[in-house]
């Protein structure tokens, strides 16, 4: 039988983001993937060793498009460990609401992709408008929609404005409610059990062969492997949650375990509301005079959080001037969007490529960089 | 916590021959080693618990004429990461994979080699390039190539009537 060569994305309905798959397939099965990032290459870290420390703070969101929040949050506290500088009490409580707030945004709107692949689009639908409605609720905090550029080295950018808790508040009623209306219509349901229940695997040893973190490995090898619970940073030390774990990584489990931490963002949400206090400063100096002239002193550090789909971090290189000397940014969907799909794919079918992709949450942009 | 990091590091520091430790916070610390070390070292730590590599990197030192390669080592029993520093020479810069030790590390491997020039001996996958599509300079990240040289060389200059630019630290 001759080999196919057949291209998957950067445009189709399957594809996550501007990337592509390039697979020689006989007949349905895939017998050789290539993955081909690129198309989103920005030359970030090129370009933020010739910005100042805090001009780089408009630029790093981009690395993540739909979780931009996670990069602010590592550049901040990288800064911080090299400046030795405090935070303010408050501003962890702050950074705690953003950064939950944004999991739970990119939570649901991974749940809804599963709509793309399977090509059962009501739930993307759904999971697009719910999370413009947590949208709505950074544009009140932040100013902005989707680029936050809110948590600043230091703190936050500024104080919260008046009765968002209650907000925040009455959005987790709501979600509450909705969120098992998608178990409902997606994860029961009999379609898309056949496509991703006991397919697409991430067997434990594969996970530490790759170095795949987040939901992949926490379902997979079935520890509480959570930087939030490993390595708390902020106040995760003070909340109380569940790290949602499995023993069984099919495409399945994945998805149930991102549903199950959709309710633990919520709990450690309703905590934070109820735990930060309510006066108090949210910023403080980093660095003497304008912020043309900030310098951070010498030094590197890899600063590490985790994001929803795994490690996320930053190392930073300071030669104690105004501009970084070397940032290189760990995406957590490196080893999976890579040599995962470079080893793994081979011997699947053609349309479980998208779904690898989707619930192995593969995001582009970070990759690339 | 300190205690138990301050223990591993006697610990290593007992079997390898690190020449220089570094602590970074309480759950972080570094590592200078030999580049001939290097293999053995990280196979050491690997067994003692620091089973996933997080990244590997490169910087640049150009003053030093010298490339220090970076592997940041993530123990998730102990919630401790370790970064373990490599000094290799500037020119023909060369190394040796570990793909036989943490085989993710093909694609970092890959990058460094795209972004710095260095080649990694027993990584062979560079026939295509990874994010730089037909590039035609030096290694991008390395300090001496200068983006808007390159782009004034590629891309036709736009004239602006007023170039809007602030003095940085004293420097224009």
Redesign the interface.
């Known amino acids: 039988m001759k080999e196919v060569k057949l291209f998957l994305g950067p445009q189709h309905p399957g594809m996550h983001g501007n990337y592509s798959v390039h697979m020689y397939v006989d007949g349905d099965i895939i017998k050789k993937a290539r993955p081909t ?2 198309f989103l ?1 920005r ?1 970030f ?2 370009l933020m060793e ?1 910005r ?1 420390w805090m001009g780089n703070l408009a630029l790093i969101p981009r690395i993540c498009v739909v979780e931009p929040d996670i990069n602010e949050m590592v550049y901040a506290q990288g800064i911080e ?1 090299l400046a030795n500088v405090e935070v303010p009490e408050k501003a962890h409580w702050i950074r705690m609401l953003i950064l939950e707030m944004a999991r739970l945004a990119i939570h649901i709107m991974g749940l809804g992709g599963i709509g793309g692949p399977t090509g059962m689009y009501t739930i993307t639908y759904w999971a697009i408008a719910q999370r413009d409605l947590i949208l709505d609720l950074f544009e009140e905090i932040t100013g902005a929609r989707v680029y936050h550029m809110y948590i600043v080295p230091g703190g936050v950018r500024k104080q919260l404005p008046v009765g968002i808790l209650d907000k925040v508040s009455k959005l987790l009623d709501e979600l509450d409610v909705k969120i098992p209306e998608y178990k409902e219509l997606a994860l029961k349901h009999p379609i898309i059990h056949k496509r991703i229940k006991d397919n697409i695997m991430l067997p434990a040893d594969v996970v ?4 795949v ?1 987040g939901i992949g490995m926490r379902s997979a090898i079935g ?1 509480e ?1 959570d930087l939030r619970k ?2 708390p940073y902020a106040r995760y030390d003070q909340v109380e949650f569940d790290v949602p774990i499995a023993n069984y990584s099919d495409g399945l489990t994945r998805m149930n375990t991102k549903y199950k931490e959709i309710f633990q963002s919520i709990r450690i949400l309703r905590q934070v509301i109820e735990k930060m206090p309510k006066e108090g400063e949210v910023r403080t100096r980093v660095s003497t005079g304008s912020a ?2 900030w ?1 951070v002193p010498a ?4 600063s ?1 959080i985790e994001s929803s789909r795994g ?1 996320y ?1 930053y ?1 930073i ?1 300071s030669d104690g ?2 501009m970084p ?2 940032i ?1 940014v ?1 995406g957590a969907s ?2 999976q969007g ?2 995962g799909i470079e080893k793994y794919l081979v011997g699947h079918r053609i349309d479980d490529a998208s779904l690898w992709m989707d619930t192995m949450g593969v995001c582009s942009p970070e990759i ?1 960089r | 916590m300190m205690n138990s990091m301050n223990n591993i590091i006697k610990q290593i520091d007992d079997v390898l021959t690190i020449t220089n430790s570094e602590i970074i916070t309480n759950r972080q610390f570094a590592i200078d080693i030999n580049s001939g070390d290097v293999h053995q070292s990280l196979a050491y730590l690997k067994s003692i618990g620091f089973t996933q590599l997080s990244i590997l990197t490169c910087i640049d030192l150009i003053a030093n004429n010298e490339f220090q390669l970076i592997y940041i080592l993530n123990n998730w029993e102990l919630g401790l990461f370790v970064i373990v520093r490599t000094i290799i020479p500037r020119d023909n810069p060369a190394f040796v994979t570990i793909i036989n030790i943490f085989p993710g590390a093909k694609y970092y491997e890959r990058e460094v080699h795209e972004f710095f020039g260095v080649t990694f001996e027993g990584n062979d996958s560079y026939s295509k390039p990874l994010l730089l599509e037909i590039w035609d300079d030096i290694p991008p990240l390395r300090k001496d190539f200068d983006p808007q040289v390159y782009s004034d060389s590629k891309f036709p200059k736009r004239d602006l009537d007023k170039i809007y630019r602030s003095k940085i630290g004293g420097v224009d």
């Open positions: 990032p690129g290459h030359g870290e090129k010739r100042l460990t530490w062969e790759l170095g973190t520890k492997y490993v390595q043309l002239r310098t030094g590197m550090v890899y590490a490690e971090g190392f290189v001037k105004e000397y070397r290189a760990r490196f080893p890579l040599l690339d």
